[in-house]
């Protein structure tokens, strides 16, 4: 597909500098760019990248558009038009409506008209699926799953009995929605009493779940991640976790049972949360971190190490583990040259 | 289904404070029950919403039995008893035995009449299925798996030729048992030689394995998970590990090869254990910690460090990196104030 | 299968000391080989075990040869050479070539004649299927997927839209390569609008790649796994990563966008990689470290902390947080003992 400037400039609001006439029928990288393509800048660090580009045009904001020698479309949000110039110049494959005569589906199932089942699919008992949603090959909705229109699930996707997915959500492969929490009881003799878990999970509109991302549903009351809500490929999240509005969270993240994680909080990659605290709302993780106590304030916190080469970090972690003697050395010079008396710190001998 | 209070009583051996006649339909939160749900305290520190609770009747022990104004039911574990009760109340769907005619399943697989295939199911050679076991949908056996009687394999699991699975197990969606151990021989310019992985897995009894969880073949001999372990969701087992009875494990726990991990241990969180030690029976590690040497002693044992405003933290991963000077600062002070000499710490220079 | 030692010998380039006509029908650990199985030594240590083994035959060096009171097989590579024989005396089972008649093929794949294709796999539009390629049940090849010569596809594996996956090249079960990358532009409100991933992933040949591990598209350029690179299980690559020829790592490793990651490096288990940073050539990273800054040197680098009891790493993290007072007493005491003056640590107040 081709598209001239002016046509993207009147569709999505920017000023165009340059040939209304000139096509685009790609987008590319800034450093790879060729005659047809259309780039973005939106980080003025790339600056140097923007000279030396073959791209036709170039989006960017006010603030950098006398640095191009190439064509340009000025918007405030450079990135989000990119985005939105990418998907036009770009489709996803579409399907027709139906359902492929492979797949299983309950009698009673009610499957919009305007939506596609792909094959192989399993359909159970009581699903609903609302209008245009794109159900891929592979996928398993157990009975009573509602799932709303233009929902996506790309392929491979488990849906587990009751769950419902919210319009616009799109679900990657290998994707399940609704396992049971780990919940199990202590018998006599270390054995475990498995808990049922009558829960469910809500998902709400406009959500992202990525690759052979896991949600477990609620042992009692509902698990939910609300709308816009972000997650990248392998996060857990367990029973009974409630994930705020335009949270995002990148891959391998794992969430313990009953967290509350406010909105607009940007969780980085393998942060680990324990389970029964609250985050705020517009709290950042940094990646690797342990989340272990209640985060009350919006703010950035953090906990991860940086490596260092490994014999210089056995010797950093050594003197970690004889840190206790540096203090009772320290007690005792203060006490040696009358120092003013201090109060020693508490300690527990260990 | 409702169910009286004075069967439930009977059926569980509780003593009940209470009308026989009253009946429940259902499990609730004690602070969302409504009139004919019946609702458990296993803490008392939930005590106070006890106070307020609308459930027909409430598990608890005997030492909390006088704090209830609603109906009560005693045991001396009322989780155990609120997990027997919920699984009464809400029970899971059955399957009528049999083979759903879209699994693809091989002229000698040996499937008892009282089992049930889901569909889109692969049974390949020589595949054993026990009494009542129920494989759900897009499963696959390859060849020569056994599973035990009512074992349950609730949708996309696959195991792997010759894994053998013990009875009343329950895997869970995507899990994946007897993948290849990760093994290779170096060889000259730095390629790697795939090693056969010719052992299997082994999994015992009344088993739980959560969704996207990973077990590997042994290289050699067998891995082997024994009876009434549970693992949480997306958990990775390597090769030749052994776990013991009863141990439980949270999600996201990585277990590196031919570790052997005793009876009733609990694993946290995002744990990592290095490959070829030994963890004693009843130990506890905590969530996100990093366990790279043996555990000889039963015990809690921890290495995550919890999470601190992302600036301050820095600035202690600063004062981290530099405890060496602290170190020789402290030193040459003792040598100043002709402090008794004590041993200069052993330090190579770096 | 039945193999005498005299053919083993010559196959595999080893001198023999025994009898040529032994026949070995298995591979077996040191300490459990029995009559007709081979068994290998690659490490000295495990020497002991040499003397008591009943193995009909081991595999070992020069300077271990007189250590063994059976036959042996001397090779300068052990391992590598026990590799080889075990892949003889177990081999895979093979697939005769043909399309299952379950499997949803498109009219315009094109599938070499010697190729396999599973029950109930689907092949979407213009996928191409080298010679004695095995792809399993239960896969997906999106549109245009390319899939060279005796490449192996486990079970359940997806492959995205125009993935490219070189010549003998082994995906596990659950693999999915080209889901879409996380990428996402923020928006007024704390909204996240989707970035179209239109790069692709390409994967060389030789690689081999774990259950569950998942590897991001590009977001405009393409993701690349280079020739000979081994994943473990549950591995995250992200978006326009790209890995060197015979990396290895270990499971549950978790890599952000735009990471560059050198040849030959070897990533232990579970570490994380932050985004937009190298790491040269021959570089060892040891399980669970945090890679958040560039490494240019080849070597090996480390940041996790083994655990420790539980109440003592309390009182460790305790210290650990109040360094800064440790600095500031010595700092004190320093100006206390009129010491030669130091220049006070530079220090932002907190």
Redesign the interface.
């Not at 780990?182 to 018998?187: D, I, Q, R």
């Not at 270390?190 to 049922?196: D, E, I, Q, R, S």
């Not at 950042?284 to 106590?293: A, F, I, Q, R």
């Given at each position: 597909m081709a598209i001239s400037l002016g046509e993207l400039a009147v569709r999505f609001g920017c000023e165009l500098r340059g040939d209304p006439a000139t096509l685009v029928d790609?987008?590319?990288?800034l450093g790879?760019a060729h005659g047809r393509s259309i780039t973005f800048l939106a980080n003025s660090k790339h600056r140097k990248e923007l000279e030396l580009t073959q791209a036709a045009a170039v989006i960017l904001d006010r603030k950098n558009a006398d640095s191009s020698r190439v064509q340009v479309l000025i918007h405030e949000?450079p990135?989000?038009t990119?985005?939105?110039i990418?998907?036009t110049l770009?489709p996803l494959?579409t399907r027709a409506p139906g359902v492929?005569p492979?797949a299983?589906v309950a009698a009673n199932a009610c499957i919009d008209a305007s939506a596609y089942v792909?094959?192989?699919t399993?359909i159970e008992e009581g699903v609903t699926i609302g209008a245009r949603a794109v159900i891929?090959?592979?996928c398993?909705l157990?009975?009573g799953v509602v799932v709303e229109e233009d929902v996506r699930l790309?392929?491979?996707v488990?849906l587990?009995?009751g769950v419902a997915i919210g319009a616009r959500t799109?679900l990657?492969?290998?994707v399940?929605i609704g396992?049971?929490g780990?919940?199990?009881?202590?018998?006599r003799g270390?054995?475990?009493?498995?808990?049922?878990q009558?829960g469910s999970v809500r998902v709400g509109p406009?959500v992202?779940i990525?690759?052979?991302t896991?949600v477990?549903r609620g042992a009692?009351?509902d698990t939910v991640i609300e709308e816009?809500v972000?997650l990248?490929?392998?996060i857990?999240i367990?029973h009974n976790v409630h994930v705020g509005?335009?949270t995002?969270m990148?891959?391998?993240v794992?969430i313990?049972g009953s967290v509350n994680i406010g909105?607009?909080c940007m969780i980085g990659?393998?942060v680990?949360i324990?389970g029964h605290l609250s985050i705020a709302d517009d709290v950042?993780?940094?990646?690797?971190?342990?989340?272990?106590?209640t985060?009350n304030q919006a703010?950035?916190?953090?906990?991860?190490?940086?490596?260092?080469?490994?014999?210089?970090?056995?010797?950093?972690?050594a003197?970690?583990?004889?840190?206790?003697t540096?203090?009772e050395?320290?007690a005792?010079?203060?006490r040696?040259?009358h120092?003013p008396p201090?109060a020693r710190?508490e300690?527990?001998d260990?």
């Open positions: 790609s987008v590319a990288a790879h949000n990135y989000a990119y985005a939105r990418a998907a770009h494959p492929h492979s299983i792909g094959p192989l399993v891929g090959p592979h398993v157990e009975a790309v392929s491979r488990t587990c009995r799109l990657h492969t290998g399940v396992t049971d780990f919940g199990f009881a202590p018998e270390g054995a475990w009493l498995k808990v049922p009558v406009d992202e990525g690759a052979n896991t477990d009692i009351e816009g972000k990248d490929n392998q857990q367990a509005a335009h995002a990148a891959a391998c794992g313990a909105k607009r990659g393998a680990g324990s950042v993780v940094t990646g690797l971190s342990m989340v272990s106590h985060i703010g950035v916190y953090s906990s991860g190490i940086p490596t260092e080469e490994a014999r210089k970090w056995r010797r950093t972690v003197r970690f583990k004889r840190w206790r540096v203090e050395r320290l005792a010079l203060e040696a040259i120092a201090r710190q300690e527990d260990d």
